[in-house]
């Protein structure tokens, strides 16, 4: 009996979960993801059906989930490129993509966030970040006829922090003059799941704040110090748009995709910017970036630089220990730096800028095989 | 003649051999022994998954509150907390529910009712958690908050465990959620338990002169309390391993609050949240720790269950007798 009661259901239900959260959510995007699924599936049965015949390649990568309409994008016209190769991506986090490269049981990893000099030192050979392209985080609200709001660094940080609590607090109603902001309680909703989202907004509110950096810090999961937690971006949508005064901070693709409100925030030479894929190739151009590639985005010194943006790495050995799979990853590597960049814009990611790129190119041309 | 050779033909015969039952035994022993090989493996795997965290906190892990991925801190009483409430009040909701419905299917339904109910209780068994979750977020919960979390706090503000800040995804409303998602699992084995009771026995009861209540209580649901008991303690085993609705609605904070108002998290919710991006290997062994401290949840709640079955039924058996 005792027996029969341990909840197995705990792990159906995860099975159950990941194959039914896609379904379950009907916004536009999920369901391109869900048709891009089907659609690499559906090539992936019929292309394995023909790899038996042409001895096709695969390669195996895994890491993090708000890259893949885009990877997924790239390894499906890549596939029309080089018919030989047929890439292979789960994506399943950033932390276990990071685990995975580490115990060497993938090809490639992806993350949102760089590895950490732990992590790297316990590498069996030097590992590589590869950034691909950036994203960011908007702040988003729920406010009676959706004024647009105008937010700046300690603001955001006092809100998330729980000392701002009332919507008419006079440090927002100073920013935002013309807007009528109501007399009521601000509710603050983050994300429960560890991700890249919340790495970006945590590393933004630190620089920003010595406050949140010392009690809070950077992570892909935090302690908040306020509000309610929901998981994925859907999900602090869903909290938002049901809690009239809620404030949270989603993905900007996933904002724009479902036409949420989103702030415009100032930046770190004091110009008020709106999200967009624009004003985060610009943050991208205008960050500090290290020969690692291992670098911060948030509030760099540009004009037109939206200040909590983050890029996204694809993590390689630079010593490759299958030559062939080395060849065809540093071929992908360098189509997706020259085409793959341009088809990001349509999937509402930020391209690098052409000198980053030029950088990039240098490095992948840097792995032995 | 005939019988003389059939007798021949009997003596014969070898006798049969044993091995196909010895076989048998072995095969289907072996079957049920793989049940306890499994849990042994996965309580196995996840100590040795937690040995990091096991070996920095001890048992204290068990009674620290604080929870702080960035700096390593981590406890697990606020998911033990959020995942007894929620689980517990989800099980006080659901039983007179299920019970009742179980009583009127099984005694009181005519034929057109019972069958249908019948069915659609199997139907609402097989919803999704993640669909009843995203029915949680977008109806139940704005639902509750605005009506019968609001009248509560009108009329009981003044007690603790109605106080608070109004948010909606709250303890509460993840004991609501857990509530109708083992309402059906309760109700079904108590349908079955109530069935088992012979005709006989109502028969002898109507024939006393007992009404359809007397009837109910004496005859049917004084023998059936032991198998009841047992249904609801199915529904609580589900109950602390639910994870996805309960996600959806309980607002994911692991503080200890004494209002049912306040967001919560549990134990089921914060591994299938946090997992995928631990980075860090501590954080992933605390984890680990969390899968551990639900089973021994389970375990132990079980077990206590069984000797709680034991105490409720023991003198209704002498009753019988």
Partial sequence: MIVTQFPFHCLVEKLVTSLTCYSAQASKMKIRRILMKLGSLAAGLVLAGAGRAGAQLLVNGAGATFPYPIYSKWFDEYSKVDPSVRFNYQSIGSGAGQKQILEGTVDFGASDGPMSDHNLAKAPGKILHVPTVAGADVVTYNLPGAPALRLDGPCIAGIFLGQITRWNDPRLTKLNPGAALPDADILVVHRADGSGTTYIFADYLSSVSPEWAGKVGRGTAVRWPAGLGAKGNEGVTGQIKQMPGAIGYVELVYAMQNHLPYASVKNAVGNFVTPSVASVTAALAAAAIPDDFRFSMVNPPGADAYPIAGATWLLVYQQQRNAEKGRKMVEFLKWAMKEGEDMAPQLDYAPLPPALNKRVLAEIGGIRY | MMNASIAKKNVVLAPPSKAGD????????????????????????????????????GWRFLIRSDWDPVSGHFGALPFMFGTFVSSVLGLLIALPLSVA??????????????????????????IPSVILGLWGIFVLVPWLRDHPFALLQKVFGFLPIFGG???????????????????????????????????????????????????????????SMRGIFGAAMLGLGRALGETMAVTMVIGNSPDISASLFAPGYTLASAIANEFSEATDDLYRSALFELGLVLLLVTIVTNILAHLLVGAVSAPKHDAHA
């Fill in chain 2, 22 to 57: 010895a076989a048998f035994k072995l095969l289907t022993w072996c079957m049920a022994m793989m049940v306890f090989v499994l849990v042994a493996l996965i309580g196995w795997e996840l100590w040795q998954g937690s040995e990091l965290s096991l070996q920095k906190f």
């Fill in chain 2, 101 to 126: 419905t179980a009583i009127y299917l099984t005694e009181l339904a005519p034929g057109w009712v019972r069958q249908p109910a019948i069915t659609l209780m199997e139907m609402l068994a097989s």
């Fill in chain 2, 165 to 223: 800040h109004i948010y909606g995804a709250s303890v509460l409303s993840a004991a609501v959620i857990i509530a109708i998602m083992i309402v059906p699992i309760i109700t079904s084995i108590s349908r079955e338990v109530l069935r088992a009771v012979p005709d006989s026995q109502r028969e002898a009861a109507f024939a006393l002169g007992a009404t359809r209540w007397e009837v109910t209580r004496l005859a049917v649901l004084r023998g």
